[in-house]
């Protein structure tokens, strides 16, 4: 009997209906259930063929157990050690390199020493930054967050240089990200699935929490829903994510992605409304009824995204036949959003189009 286990803290709605969907379609040889963890070992493995990861970014105990599950044969979803590697301001440097759109971002250094380091420790560092440079890049208004965070954690909207410095000499111990502000037209999340499946949500992170999915207006046009399901595609697998969610500002008819490393997104059914969430756990418990059949004791079953096979292989990025389509691409849409500002990350709301089902 192959296992499917679910991972999870205190959320409730979406572990405990995919367990239950799983378990309707009553496949042979496959069971779901809540993961049980008594001891860990060294190269011990946990029993289960398929893991569901949504708590470890929380509990670094579960990352370790999920990693030691990994190596003794387990699908991990998602791959926990790229998933330790990976941060939004790499994310950003591998969309460009993608020819998918981003807000202009640069990284910032804490504001406070990390604990164990002194001045000494960032003798590389020149300080004073060269905060003009900086600012005339992003440009005012702009948005802070953090370079790994999420959950709009100590998220800033900035209006200018005074208020930068008056936002920042609070974060702490925190690397921030500061991105130029996207005036959207239209705003989109959508829920990628085992590198496939796609969900676009019409989605308005200005609206109240429970309102942010209730969008009236229909998307501008088909062949905008089409570019975004080829960016959500693209972006997620060169991650190697099999469960993300990647987020859309439409400025002047551009998708910017805003958002794409949530490999542990929101799916509570009060927060994406029942079609959506009748959508994720269906599309999830097939994914991972999938992933328990192609499961084999003794080798990697973990999906690692196109950046690292390249990198293995020893091989470029992109194809050189599409490097140059793509760069081109990139060009143009650069200078088409250049003179505007960026959204601060915001969840999509629930349209009623999705480019699949």
Request: with cysteine; glycine share 6%.
């Amino acid at each position: 009997m192959k296992k499917i286990g679910i991972l999870f803290g205190q959320e409730r709605s979406f572990p405990e209906a995919v367990i239950e969907r799983i378990n309707q379609k009553a496949e042979k040889g496959i069971t779901a259930e809540a993961v049980k963890i008594d001891k860990i070992f060294q190269n011990e493995p946990l029993d289960y063929a398929v893991i569901i990861d949504r708590i470890s970014q929380d509990v670094p105990f579960y990352r370790a157990s999920l990693k030691n599950a990994a190596i003794t044969g387990t699908a991990v979803i998602n791959n926990p050690f790229w998933w330790s590697a990976d941060e939004k301001f790499f994310n950003n440097a591998l969309a460009e390199q993608i020819g998918v759109p981003v807000p202009k971002t640069a990284l910032i250094p804490s504001r406070e020493h990390p604990t164990g380091t002194t001045g000494d420790s960032f003798s590389n560092l020149t300080m004073p930054l060269n905060w003009d440079a900086i600012f005339e890049y992003t440009g005012f208004p702009a948005y802070m967050k953090p370079y790994d965070g999420g959950g709009w954690r100590d998220v800033y909207k900035l209006h200018d240089k005074e208020d930068f410095f008056d936002k920042h000499s609070g974060t702490q111990q925190l690397v921030m990200l500061l991105q130029e502000e996207i005036i959207f037209d239209e705003y989109f999340r959508c829920y990628c699935i085992g590198g496939k499946h796609v969900r676009i949500m019409q989605y308005d992170p200005r609206n109240p929490h429970h309102l942010r999915y209730a969008v009236d207006k229909a998307p501008s046009s088909e062949k905008l829903l089409k570019t975004v399901e080829e960016y959500t595609l693209k972006l997620c697998n060169y991650l190697g994510y099999d469960f993300n969610t990647v987020e859309f500002a439409v400025r002047d008819g551009i998708p910017i992605a805003i958002d794409f490393c949530n490999p542990a997104p929101d799916a509570d059914i009060k927060s994406v409304g029942q079609e959506n969430f009748d959508w994720v756990v269906e599309t999830t418990a097939n994914y991972a009824i999938e992933r328990a059949k192609a499961q084999k004791d003794g080798q990697d079953n973990l999906t690692w995204g196109e950046y690292i096979k390249s990198s293995v292989a020893g091989k470029p990025l992109m194809a050189k036949a599409s490097t140059s389509k793509s760069t081109a691409k990139l060009e143009a849409t650069k200078k088409a959003v250049a003179p505007k500002a960026t959204a601060e990350k915001a969840p999509a709301k629930p349209k009623k189009a999705s480019t699949k089902k």
